[in-house]
């Protein structure tokens, strides 16, 4: 059974600006959109779209067209 943290046990750790900046430089650099950014707390998201040029995958499982 594990025990409760005390405050003193407590690491918090939170993302600097200039990693989030270096993040988002990273995935500009790469040609990935950045759709929204959320910062809560000390957790980051970066939700990215779609790479540019990419083509939709279709659902037909290699049938021919019509």
């Not at 409760?4 to 990935?32: D, N, W």
């Not at 957790?43 to 290699?62: L, R």
């Amino acid at each position: 059974m594990s025990r409760a943290l005390t405050p003193s046990e407590i690491k918090r750790t939170r993302a600097s600006q200039s990693a989030i900046r270096a993040a988002l430089a990273a995935l500009k650099a790469s040609g990935l959109a950045v759709d929204k950014v959320c910062v809560i707390g000390g957790q980051v998201e970066i939700h990215c779209g779609h790479v540019e040029g990419e083509t939709s995958a279709t659902k037909d499982q290699g049938l021919e067209q019509w």
